[in-house]
């Protein structure tokens, strides 16, 4: 895998995505994307001929398709079509179709190059970038997938000025993250932002400098070995919150469960490493009133504890934490056991007064 890959801001995203093409050498070209982003989104690019001309390939919208049949589709279009490892392929969507996208190019006669253009903020701070790809399978997320990265990531800022503010703050809530794991100033700005009322030359600056730490994580450590697993802080207790979500039928959007999961890690990290309990109070005020709160009771503890030991973070039994002992102060491959998780969970559930 490359180890930074080239990461693009534009408020032209057709002109740059037309300039970006111009410099790849592909025999054909194609273009994923889901119903949504084919509706909503491609006919911005009535004027990138390139595109224009792509052969369209497109899957069914959302999560749940993230999956083996849409992604044998997408193989499907690209052998009927004639792609050859010249061919190249351009992923417009959010963070299911590049994964998906990404996926079908790096195993498509063993790779063929592909161009990451997220449209949701979700999609490009966290998804589009840092080379994961991959689908779910056998009710787990993403648990088939290679690290491969784009050739280039072209994040066009239009996309943003329509996005549902629950889009908008699904993707804020891996920027905290961002924050959290990097320095006390750029946190500080995020936390003080008002994403009920998102001011987008306030937000865009900040964006940049959030996919700019995530950059900076992935070129030293592309392959999750060490220092990437920063980027987990928050998801542990989240994919657990989220899953639970789902099995309620009553779905929370990805970065809402990590909102809350990071009150909780920080929570733990304040009973492990002593994360200052103001910066837990801080956060938790701004997830209440910008995501309101995610409701349990004890009851659901042995479920959440059960999801979090099929978390494949985990090595061995024990189940694996990323924490901090302060802003911008990372401690990978830290571990609680069941009775540290709980102690956790209640004080969750006090912070948020359920
Ligand atoms: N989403 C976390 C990572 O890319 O490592």
Known sequence: MKEQQEVLFTPHISRTLADVLSRYAYDKLFVL??????????????????????MPITIPAD???KNLESLSSVWMVLSRNGATRKSFLVNLGGGMVTDLGAFAASTFKRGIAFVNVPTTLLGAVDAAVGGKTGINFNGLKNEIGVFNSARSVVIGTEFFHTLSSENLLSGYAEMLKHGLISDAATYDRLIEMDMLHPDMQQLLPLLEASVQVKERVVAEDPFEKGLRKSLNLGHTVGHAFESLSHERNQPVMHGYAVAWGLVCELLLS????????ERVRQLAAFVRRHYGVFYITCQDYDRLYERMTHDKKNESSHINFTLLADVGCVKINCTADKKEIEAMLDLYRDLFNI
Do not use: I, K, S
């Open 33 to 54: 994307t889901d119903t949504n982003t084919r509706r909503y989104c491609m006919p911005l690019f009535q004027d990138c001929e390139p595109l224009t001309q792509a």
């Open 63 to 65: 999560d749940t398709h």
């Open 270 to 277: 304040h009973l492990q490493l002593g994360f200052p309990v």
